[in-house]
């Protein structure tokens, strides 16, 4: 019998990964889970993934992931996805700066996630690195289950 305790959402707010929230938390409902929902700052630097340019300061260009920036995004994110979580319970939330990949492998084993649920098409996905699509990288290697919701309104073009 499949069942799932811990089940990792990847939060992106691309429009992918906000249709991916709706599965991740029937799932967790169904198995009577721990929903984790996870996002990675955005950075423009491959190479210093901890200069985010997401939740700055208006008129910052570039900014350090501080102690009170993650802070700051984590009640963003817990007042965007509270009605939408329904009351369900266990919930947690984390925000890391780093590569949204390594970061989301991570942390799902760090916390034995048995199920990843994420947008297939998210906010930096346009720009294909040499590293490859972040969910193409975290199905990849993922030691868990990992479930892609794509749009079926939404014309994907390579």
Same mark, same amino acid.
């Given at each position: ?17 906000? $249709? ?22 955005? @950075? ?40 939408? $979580? ?33 947008? @297939?098409?998210?906010? @930096? ?7 490859? @699509? ?25």
């Amino acid at each position: 019998m499949i069942g799932y305790k811990n089940i990792l959402y990847c939060a992106d707010y691309s429009e992918d990964a906000e $249709l991916a929230l709706v599965y991740a938390v029937d799932m967790a409902r169904r198995y009577d889970a721990h929903l984790h929902i996870l996002h990675v700052l955005h @950075s423009y630097h491959r190479y210093l993934p901890t200069e985010v340019y997401e939740g700055l300061e208006e008129g910052q260009q570039v900014g350090e992931a501080s102690p009170e920036l993650i802070e700051r995004v984590t009640k963003d994110i817990k007042l965007r996805y509270f009605d939408q $979580l329904g009351g369900h319970q266990p919930v947690s939330y984390t925000v890391v700066a780093g590569n949204p990949h390594v970061e989301i492998l991570r942390y799902a084993r760090e916390k034995q996630i048995e199920l990843i649920v994420m947008g @297939s098409m998210g906010k @930096s996905e346009t720009e294909h690195t040499h590293y490859g @699509s972040t969910v193409e990288q975290v199905s990849k290697m993922a030691h868990c289950h990992v479930m892609a919701i794509r749009n079926p309104e939404k014309l994907y073009t390579l």
